[in-house]
């Protein structure tokens, strides 16, 4: 095997701009894009002709795929759920759980951090959805395990995993909230509002508090709300803006979409990109574990859910989606063909955006020197034509 390694001939994504170049990877990093040309001596070159090459991509928001689920304490499901996820072009992820008991998370924390060392995707750290969530908005968390924040409970956790908690996403609004958000940020966690109903006051008391990122955007999260504006005076009612309105308007904050066709119209991942720019906007896949697997039956929490046509939909309220089965890939696919934005936007919204929000864009989610070698390449179908984790080809 030859030392380096030449992806030639193909349109390389940094993600910030597209430009013809070859990229050379040695060492298990990002040498060089330089311009088309013949490989050099002691190279490997790979014919990309026709072909994107960008940053293998970054998932902050995943339960799990290939029929692994990331809340157990298996570090062999963890890695295996990574796998399926970097054979659709994810080269980093950090795996999420949904709401369970909190000796649960710290095992499933745990089976992340072993899984680690161990799997080919790089496995970035934990992201904690819950159990700190409106009620109302919980989505397909389960009741019994939500409930407000209570710091004998997050204080031991903050303390044992504070260098692998990547993102903890809650509810703002709920009694205690603001001490959490205080208390990720200094423990170097990424705190996001989530599966809330938040007024505007709230949101900006968050956003003093430390708040810099919101989950899934629009799903589960309050909007616009119709009250007396000026309660000392007779006066009818006017709108006040909520959680969604709030995150278009407020740039220091930024936010995830959920890209599979289901979630999100088209229009509506128009409006969230054109008042956010790619910079703004992580895409993540949010996938329950039975991604990857044949449609049919499984069980989240203990609810029965379909896989079916695509989505995930909890069996006795079918208007109700559990989640996605759409790999990030897809997502960005379909943000490029369907919501009609930039492939470079998209791609930049799947890798260099989310790495930055995680504090990972320091190695991940970008091409250029120095980078770590994690490449997606894609035909002009957006067909997965290979992926390399530091350099090396594992699909
Ligand atoms: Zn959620
Ligand atoms: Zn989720």
């Known amino acids: 095997m030859s030392a380096a390694t030449v992806l030639a001939g193909g349109r390389v994504i940094t993600p910030f701009r597209a430009v013809e170049g070859d990229v050379l990877l040695a060492g298990g990093r990002v040498q060089d894009i330089r311009p088309w040309g013949p490989p050099r001596a002691g190279e490997e070159r790979v014919d990309c002709a026709g072909c994107w090459v960008g940053p293998g991509l970054v998932d902050i928001h995943v339960h799990g795929g290939g029929g692994h689920d990331f809340a157990g304490d298996d570090p062999d499901a963890v890695v295996a759920g990574a796998d399926y996820h970097l054979s659709q072009g994810t080269t980093s992820l950090a795996p999420s759980a949904l709401s369970i008991p909190f000796d649960q998370l710290d095992r499933a924390i745990r089976a992340a951090r072993r899984a680690a060392g161990r799997s080919r995707a790089t496995i970035l750290g934990f992201h904690v959805e819950g159990v700190y969530l409106d009620m109302e908005y919980r989505g397909g968390h389960l009741a019994r395990h939500v409930h407000d924040p209570d710091p004998r409970e997050y204080r031991p956790l903050l303390e044992a995993h504070a260098d692998f908690i990547t993102e903890w996403t809650?509810?703002?609004?709920?009694?205690?909230?603001?001490?959490?958000?205080?208390?990720?940020?200094?423990?170097?966690?990424?705190?996001?509002?989530?599966?809330?109903?938040a007024s505007y006051e709230q949101f900006l008391a968050a956003i003093e508090a430390g708040l810099r990122h919101t989950t899934h955007y629009a799903c589960c999260m309050g909007n616009m709300r119709f009250e007396v504006l000026q309660p000392d005076k007779t006066t009818g009612k006017g709108f006040a803006p909520g959680v969604l309105e709030a995150v278009l308007l407020h740039d220091e904050v930024t936010t995830e979409l959920i890209c599979d066709g289901f979630h999100l119209?088209?229009?509506?991942?128009?409006?969230?990109v054109k008042c956010k720019g790619p910079r703004g906007v992580c895409l993540v896949s949010d996938t329950v574990f039975g991604v990857g697997l044949p449609e049919g039956e499984i069980t989240v929490?203990?609810?029965?859910?379909?896989?079916?046509?695509?989505?995930?939909?909890?069996?006795?309220?079918?208007?109700i989606i559990a989640s996605s089965v759409t790999p990030l890939s897809g997502m960005v696919r379909?943000?490029?063909r369907k919501a009609g934005l930039p492939l470079a936007a998209a791609w930049e919204m799947a890798s260099a955006t989310p790495a930055r929000v995680i504090g990972a864009d320091d190695r991940k989610g970008i091409l250029a020197p120095r980078m770590d070698a994690d490449v997606l390449v894609m035909d002009q179908d957006l067909n997965i034509r290979?992926?390399?984790v530091a350099g090396r080809r594992v699909q």
Not at 265 to 272: I, M, R, S
Not at 301 to 319: C, H, V, W
């Open 265 to 272: 119209h088209p229009a509506f991942v128009q409006l969230v």
């Open 386 to 388: 290979g992926v390399y």
């Open 334 to 336: 379909w943000a490029h």
């Open 170 to 197: 809650l509810a703002p609004e709920l009694p205690g909230a603001l001490d959490v958000i205080a208390a990720c940020r200094e423990a170097g966690i990424m705190p996001s509002a989530g599966h809330t109903r």
């Open 301 to 319: 929490g203990d609810q029965p859910t379909l896989m079916k046509n695509g989505i995930a939909i909890i069996r006795d309220r079918p208007e």
